[in-house]
């Protein structure tokens, strides 16, 4: 089994155990991310929770007195735990892709990239923002970004969909039209 595959399997457990428990979720993530910050910011901490010769029940110890000294919750101190236990620490910044991958789809959220030439002014980005809202029925997180390559328009990635109104598409679809007209 792939990092990826068993990262995602226990993004999907902690969920679900976080949403049976009735835990707050945002705080099942904060949790996570303070654990996985730890974890790849402290090379001591990492290189003894990954050492093959350290026996895993030492390793679920530590990760164990971690957890309780950090005021983690049971679901996530469980979590930490197990993996510990069965090695698989090194899975957790993947897991946590995931697992905020499942939350924000769990909460209907989405997040979108808009690219424009130049900067939208708040109020425009905020209408964006709704009108994307509306197309995919999702609370949306916006970024925006600039790229003078767009000429005009915008481009916008909704999740794995990408809208592009800008000028430069349209010049590339002109051109491709007359060109096919020869």
């Known amino acids: 089994m792939t990092n990826r595959t068993a990262a995602t399997r226990y993004a999907r457990a902690l969920l679900d155990v976080a949403l049976q428990e009735k835990a707050d979720l945002n705080r099942v993530e904060d949790e996570l991310v303070?654990?996985?910050?730890?974890?790849?910011?402290?090379?001591?901490?990492?290189?003894?929770?990954?050492?093959?010769?350290?026996?895993?029940?030492?390793?679920?110890?530590?990760?164990?007195?971690?957890?309780?000294?950090?005021g983690a919750s049971d679901v996530v101190r469980?979590?930490?735990v197990l993996l510990a236990q069965r090695d698989r620490l090194v899975v957790l910044p993947e897991l946590l892709a995931a697992f905020r991958s499942r939350l924000m789809d769990h909460q209907k959220v989405v997040r979108a990239e808009v690219t424009t030439a130049v900067p939208l002014e708040p109020a425009r980005a905020q209408g964006i923002e709704r009108r994307l809202a509306e197309v995919t029925g999702r609370r949306v997180i916006l970024t925006t970004t600039v790229d003078?390559?767009?000429v005009g328009g915008m481009v916008a990635r909704v999740g794995g969909t990408v809208y592009d109104g800008s000028v430069t598409m349209q010049l590339q679809k002109m051109k491709a039209r007359l060109a096919a007209g020869l």
């Open 78 to 80: 469980k979590l930490l």
């Open 148 to 150: 003078p390559a767009v």
């Open 34 to 70: 303070a654990f996985v910050d730890l974890f790849t910011s402290n090379d001591t901490i990492k290189k003894v929770l990954l050492n093959p010769a350290v026996p895993a029940p030492r390793k679920g110890a530590a990760v164990e007195q971690i957890a309780a000294q950090a």
